[in-house]
């Protein structure tokens, strides 16, 4: 696709519902990145995936906190038992390789009831 | 700790005048890079400009250009001739890859919110 691409673009949960949060990355690009935007923060990592190989996790502040990229491509970010401090802007960004520029998508808000 | 410190919460500049936002890193890395990323409300984050900690000199796209200071740890923007349309979120990051597993992440600032007065 022309640009990284999220959905959804809005989601409202209620507390202890799970959510899945898509991410299409630009094709080709090997390296992909989820990061969580509260309001009024700066982004802060959450994970990094090489290929289908998820290189990095240190991020993730719960076991309640998934991702995956089973084919390289298309990531998904899942959140169990949602809890309120997990409201934020998730942002997917996706770059050729280490040296390349990052690109980033629209994101996807979440908000939990 | 890997961190980056931007002191200005808040800046305001007149239209066609120059602002300077300020940035400062800290990293024990030695291959590295530094980016400035404009956030307009619609959360999608903007490549403003970047600078490889190897080049000694400053960057510079169009009316943006960086102070970069690598002994301070200093990466500052300058944004000449302001427009309407900067007024956004800017964020300052480095980017760091992690020789031990291959992974590589960028690190963001708080950000500094730009209001452009007419």
């Known amino acids: 696709g022309a640009g990284v691409s999220q959905s959804p673009r809005y989601k409202v949960a209620k507390r202890g519902q799970d959510v899945a949060l898509r991410c299409d990355p630009i094709?080709?690009?090997?390296?992909l990145f989820w990061y969580q935007q509260a309001l009024g923060q700066g982004p802060e990592f959450l994970t990094y995936f090489q290929n289908e190989a998820q290189l990095d996790k240190s991020g993730l502040p719960s076991d309640r906190f998934f991702a995956e990229r089973p084919e390289g491509s298309v990531s998904t970010l899942k959140i169990q038992r949602t809890q309120q401090e997990d409201s934020a802007v998730y942002l997917c960004?996706?770059?050729?390789?280490?040296?390349?520029?990052?690109?980033f998508g629209e994101g996807s808000w979440l908000t939990v009831v | 700790a890997q961190t980056v410190t931007q002191s200005q919460p808040e800046m305001s500049v007149q239209e066609a005048e120059t602002v300077t936002l300020s940035c400062t890193y800290d990293?024990?890395?030695?291959?590295?890079?530094l980016f400035w990323y404009k956030q307009p409300p619609s959360r999608q984050m903007i490549l403003v400009i970047r600078q490889e900690a190897y080049k000694q000199q400053n960057a510079t796209e169009n009316r943006f250009s960086v102070n970069f200071q690598k002994a301070a740890k200093s990466f500052s923007l300058k944004i000449s001739d302001s427009q309407l349309g900067d007024a956004a979120m800017y964020f300052c990051a480095y980017r760091i890859r992690i020789t031990q597993g291959g992974s590589e992440k960028l690190v963001f600032g708080k950000g500094t919110k730009l209001t452009v007065n007419p």
């Open positions: 094709s080709g690009h090997v390296s």
């Open positions: 960004a996706s770059s050729l390789g280490p040296r390349a520029t990052i690109y």
């Open positions: 990293t024990s890395e030695s291959d590295y890079y």
